[in-house]
């Protein structure tokens, strides 16, 4: 198929067109950042007006877009930038797709749209997000479904992956591989409790399998089994030389005390110090987001989550050279 990504040079593009070119398919790629790629268009939806945008791409003659644009953090983004990048640039992606008459997209979402909560998560669970995250791509998902619904030929995908991790992801599996690395490592409770993750590896063969699998409205979590603990997570790691178990249990609210003046040096100094309220708190709730229903029909997940957790240890220890 001709493909465009968008968000394409993020953690999750940068590898997704690389494979996607590998499985035969045309790639075209759009982001605000620049790139080497000669298929490739600088543009920021929800800024940028779309209508040389749809000029330039009518010859691509573009079947399906992947959605991965999207505003994604905890340190420094306001709710403005959550919502521009994720409500404003959908809304914007929604003019394209009928701009460009293409009627597949598959739109990256979030399991945040449950919010957090200590119970298991399918797709029939609650959505009740609760953070600015959760709650712009609530309000994403609710633009890509009312465009499905306009014509009968359109088909939509709505993706919710957990924590996403691999090689060159700098996010909370790096800050967790960073702590064990550490001589003393330190846990914060007991690690007995499910955190959903998914390895980039598996979410972009997942996709692939979603593609050929099109048909009107679509949703499913992304989370790979089989749903370990955390305690389990560091048990993978800690199976790496160089990496260790942590040995020193702070009890939750100690954590949260701790935190409060890392939050606020940070915020005075404009520099991520790892260490925040917000991080401790998602770091202690359980995060058990079933998958299910894509296996349902037929995905096989293709690499196990404790060799891809090693995969990224041995690459945490190349780049930092310990």
């Not at 035969?24 to 800024?47: A, I, M, P, Q, W």
């Not at 712009?136 to 009312?146: A, D, F, G, H, R």
């Not at 800690?238 to 939750?252: A, H, L, N, Q």
């Not at 202690?284 to 995969?311: A, N, V």
Request: hydrophobic content about 40%.
């Amino acid at each position: 198929m001709n493909i465009l990504i968008t968000g394409s040079e993020g953690f999750v593009g940068t590898k997704m067109q690389v494979e996607l070119k590998k499985s035969g398919h045309e790639v075209t790629t759009l982001d605000r950042l620049n790139s080497n790629y000669s298929k490739h268009f600088v543009f920021e939806l929800g800024k940028d007006s779309i209508d040389s945008l749809v000029m330039e791409l009518t010859s691509e003659n573009i079947e399906l877009i992947i959605h991965l644009a999207a505003a994604k953090g905890d340190f420094l983004l306001s709710d403005d930038d959550f919502f521009n990048d994720n409500v404003l640039a959908t809304a914007a992606l929604v003019k394209l797709c009928d701009s460009l008459a293409v009627f597949n997209l598959i739109h990256y979402s979030t399991v945040s749209v449950y919010g957090h909560n200590n119970v298991k998560n399918d797709e029939t669970a609650n959505i009740s997000p609760n953070n600015p995250y959760g709650i712009t791509k609530l309000e994403s998902e609710k633009l890509v479904i009312n465009w499905q619904k306009t014509n009968i030929s359109n088909n939509l995908t709505i993706l919710r992956p957990s924590v996403i991790y691999g090689v060159n992801n700098f996010a909370n599996m790096y800050n967790l591989l960073s702590q064990l690395n550490n001589k003393l490592p330190i846990m914060v409770g007991d690690g007995n409790y499910v955190k959903s993750i998914i390895a980039l590896d598996n979410l972009i063969d997942l996709t692939e399998f979603v593609i050929t699998e099109m048909n009107a409205l679509q949703i499913y979590n992304c989370t790979d089994e089989p749903y370990p603990k955390l305690k389990e997570i560091y048990g993978y790691v800690s199976e790496v030389d160089g990496f260790r178990t942590p040995k020193v249990k702070i009890p939750y609210i100690l954590a949260l005390t701790l935190a409060t003046p890392f939050d606020l040096i940070s915020n005075l100094i404009k520099k991520d110090l790892k260490i925040t309220r917000e991080r401790v708190y998602k770091f202690k709730m359980p995060t058990d987001f079933r998958s299910d229903l894509i296996r349902s029909k037929g995905y096989r997940q293709k690499y196990s989550t404790k060799d891809q957790l090693q995969k990224m240890a041995h690459w945490f220890l190349k780049i930092n050279k310990r």
